[in-house]
């Protein structure tokens, strides 16, 4: 399925998935059982998902064993990469490897390439490179994207403009590894600073197929505001710490207010402690959107993607998002899909997208 729906019921799954306790990055087709759970241990149904994940207790486990929690094996670690629910699944604490300066499994000391073979790209800002990008749905005969070319610099962000259907939403599938390209090849280099010490004027390092770099690692460098964002029947401290788990009250807030969030969150009736019913039942869909910026605020990504940020929001909601996601674009690499051409004002390129097909594709 094309477009923002299709997208969306992605990241929809992948939500569910590590709520369930099922790894998210776990690849279609896969027909092994997750990994085995302790199901004899449970906590309250209140607790938190993210909480109940990092004492090492699956969400789905019984009630009536008063065994302690499994030990944590301390002195391992992880690549920092990883994302934290495989770092708890694997029973490695997520601030276990500070201070450990060995280089982590499958990695050499460079950091450039581990010994599978995979690449790795460091975490801060990097270039992407789209050459004769195609991509076709399966059942499709049609391309969805046809011959795209497409650079985009780091820290600058890229307007993807054009009619539904165009192909907007399937060049943010790419980025978001949801899908991959039937031919061409997208490409990405560390930003100056990085492993390979890239210049300012894109020379100097080399370029690494997408498709090389661990999906898991590719994501977290990528914060995902959709156009329906997933909230939980949790608290709005616990939907916004889905950014980053482990961050504590000062920094949840201080997220909210650059996302223009603190002002409702704070009049909801036990503020940052309210629970939110279902997918958000007790917001609008603007206070929605922007609890998701509050995440992508709090996630801090390098790379930020935003579906339609404002698509039927009322006028002062919107203003709201609006003033919100301009703010978190600064200093990062963005890509906005948007109908609404007041957009243009706020990034730094705008990209014509037509019948799958880029029209201007240099970012500089």
Request: no cysteine; hydrophobic share 35%; glycine share 12%.
């Amino acid at each position: 399925m094309e477009g923002v729906a299709a997208a969306e019921q992605v990241f929809t799954e992948l939500e569910r998935r590590r709520a369930s306790g099922v790894d998210a990055g776990d690849t279609e087709g896969d027909t092994r059982g997750p990994r085995s759970r302790a199901r004899s241990r449970t906590l309250p149904e209140n607790t938190p998902l993210e909480r109940r994940r990092a004492s090492g207790v699956d969400v789905g486990d019984t009630e009536g064993d008063t065994r302690r929690p499994r030990s944590r094996a301390r002195s391992r670690t992880l690549p920092e990469n990883t994302p934290l629910e495989r770092r708890r699944a694997s029973g490695v604490d997520a601030g276990d490897t500070e201070g450990d300066t060995r280089p982590p499994p499958g990695r050499t000391e460079s950091g450039d390439r581990r010994a599978d073979g995979r690449r790795a790209i460091g975490d801060g800002a990097v270039w992407i490179r789209m050459e004769d990008v195609r991509l076709v749905y399966p059942g499709r005969e049609a391309p969805a994207l046809n011959g795209v070319e497409l650079l985009i610099a780091p820290g600058r962000s890229v307007l993807l403009a054009g009619p539904s259907g165009s192909g907007k939403s399937s060049l943010l599938s790419l980025l978001l590894r949801f899908t991959e390209p039937v031919s061409g090849r997208i490409l990405v280099r560390a930003a100056e600073g990085g492993p390979a010490g890239l210049g300012a004027s894109g020379s100097g390092a080399e370029w690494v197929p997408l498709q090389s770099v661990p999906v898991e690692e590719w994501r977290r460098r990528i914060a995902w505001v959709p156009q329906s964002p997933y909230l939980f029947d949790d608290t709005v401290a616990d939907n916004i710490r889905l950014g980053a788990p482990d961050a504590g009250m000062d920094e949840v807030r201080a997220a909210a207010e650059r996302a223009e969030a603190d002002g409702f969150i704070r009049a909801l009736p036990d503020g940052y402690g309210t629970r939110l019913g279902e997918r958000g039942a007790r917001l609008s869909a603007g206070q929605r959107q922007r609890i998701a910026v509050a995440r992508a605020f709090l996630r801090d990504a390098p790379i930020v993607l935003l579906d339609e940020p404002t698509a039927h929001l009322d006028p002062d909601n919107a203003a709201a998002v609006r003033t919100a996601v301009i703010r978190l674009l600064r200093g990062r690499t963005g890509v906005v899909v948007a109908h609404d051409t007041r957009w243009a004002d706020a990034v730094d390129e705008v990209v014509p997208v037509r019948a799958g097909r880029v029209e201007s594709g240099v970012a500089p």
